[in-house]
């Protein structure tokens, strides 16, 4: 499977972005989809997941009230609602997708899209 994250791009600070995540190939190996960060300088963080069967959803502190996470399974689409933006949230965004159950964990997904820039700036 092959993801491709979009939707990246300039904003003020306090402002939103809706990234999107494209999947091609078989999608039935998922078993859940998450959205990541690196900042310059920074390791790669985990902001939230959320599974293909039941759509359950997971969220790191650092993404959680802020963040949503959501899905259109028929598009084999994903999406991360970005609200109330602030510099610190500049970063490369990626989705990457496991086929593992334990979502939680950044170890755990294999496959990963390229990344789109999200800068957070007046």
């Known amino acids: 499977v092959q993801l491709q994250a979009s939707g990246g791009g300039l904003v003020q600070p306090g402002g939103s972005l809706r990234l999107s995540c494209a999947a091609s190939?078989?999608?039935?190996?998922?078993?859940?989809v998450g959205w990541f960060r690196q900042a310059p300088g920074k390791g790669q963080q985990m902001l939230a997941a959320i599974t293909w069967g039941r759509g359950r959803t997971y969220y790191t502190d650092s993404a959680r009230g802020r963040f949503t996470i959501s899905r259109d399974g028929a598009e084999n689409t994903w999406f991360l609602q970005m609200n109330n933006l602030k510099p610190e949230d500049t970063a490369v965004y990626y989705c990457?997708?496991?086929?593992?159950?334990?979502?939680?964990?950044?170890?755990?997904?294999?496959?990963w899209g390229q990344g789109t820039q999200v800068t957070v700036s007046s």
């Open positions: 990457a997708a496991t086929d593992s159950d334990n979502y939680y964990s950044i170890e755990t997904y294999n496959y």
């Open positions: 190939g078989d999608p039935r190996i998922i078993y859940a």
